[in-house]
């Protein structure tokens, strides 16, 4: 013979409170604003890196490397740790003579790292108007530049997330205890059998 299965009816789901749907309606918001702090980050550090693009290109267009002759002999400047162990060279300021792209004499102060004597050629970076001006920035900063502002927005935003949950959390978990205390009031003398 052949027993048949018996079936069990399912149970019922247990009934939901409504601060269980509000806290539910809760994470639902949170995860959605989560993914638009991402879909930002993502555009801003997309317009970051093409403004850095743009702004390596015109660099690169308007400042030339030319090369100068150091007026004076530089000194060598060390950085030292503790154990005066030299960590680094630290640039001087010098007068340098070079001659601009538009082929115009001219006279500045230059950065020149280590010990160099007079006459000696330096490489420094001109402007359009042939003043000494910095180098022009690198496809790599660019890049670098974008990637930390981006990972530095999504940071922020999750930290916001997180931290606005964890004070609604609390508020709800606060919220359930008081209920749950007024409840047990009206439930324990029952349960307990010291009800009259």
């Given at each position: 013979m052949h027993r048949e299965r018996q079936r069990h009816p399912r149970p019922e789901r247990l009934p939901r409170r409504p601060i269980d749907r509000l806290e539910d309606l809760i994470i639902w918001a949170l995860i959605t604003l989560g993914l638009l702090v991402a879909v930002f980050a993502v555009t801003v550090t997309a317009r970051r890196y093409e403004a850095g693009l743009q702004r390596v290109a015109v660099e690169t267009r308007e400042r030339t490397l030319v090369q100068a002759v150091l007026v004076e002999p530089t000194r060598q400047m060390l950085v030292t740790d503790d154990r005066t162990r030299v960590v680094q060279q630290?640039?001087?300021?010098?007068?340098?003579?070079?001659?601009?792209?538009?082929?115009?004499?001219?006279?500045?102060?230059?950065?020149?790292?280590?010990?160099?004597?007079?006459?000696?050629?330096?490489?420094?970076?001109?402007?359009?108007?042939?003043?000494?001006a910095a180098a022009p920035t690198r496809p790599v900063d660019a890049v670098t530049s974008a990637a930390a502002e981006g990972v530095g927005l999504l940071i922020l935003g999750a930290l916001a997330l997180v931290v606005t949950w964890a004070v609604i959390r609390d508020g709800i978990i606060r919220f359930n205890a008081v209920r749950w205390a007024r409840e047990w009031e009206q439930v324990e003398p029952v349960w307990s059998g010291r009800s009259t």
């Amino acid at each position: 013979m052949h027993r048949e299965r018996q079936r069990h009816p399912r149970p019922e789901r247990l009934p939901r409170r409504p601060i269980d749907r509000l806290e539910d309606l809760i994470i639902w918001a949170l995860i959605t604003l989560g993914l638009l702090v991402a879909v930002f980050a993502v555009t801003v550090t997309a317009r970051r890196y093409e403004a850095g693009l743009q702004r390596v290109a015109v660099e690169t267009r308007e400042r030339t490397l030319v090369q100068a002759v150091l007026v004076e002999p530089t000194r060598q400047m060390l950085v030292t740790d503790d154990r005066t162990r030299v960590v680094q060279q630290v640039p001087t300021l010098v007068p340098v003579r070079y001659t601009a792209p538009d082929a115009t004499p001219h006279e500045a102060n230059a950065w020149v790292t280590g010990r160099r004597p007079a006459g000696a050629s330096v490489p420094v970076w001109v402007d359009g108007a042939g003043a000494i001006a910095a180098a022009p920035t690198r496809p790599v900063d660019a890049v670098t530049s974008a990637a930390a502002e981006g990972v530095g927005l999504l940071i922020l935003g999750a930290l916001a997330l997180v931290v606005t949950w964890a004070v609604i959390r609390d508020g709800i978990i606060r919220f359930n205890a008081v209920r749950w205390a007024r409840e047990w009031e009206q439930v324990e003398p029952v349960w307990s059998g010291r009800s009259t």
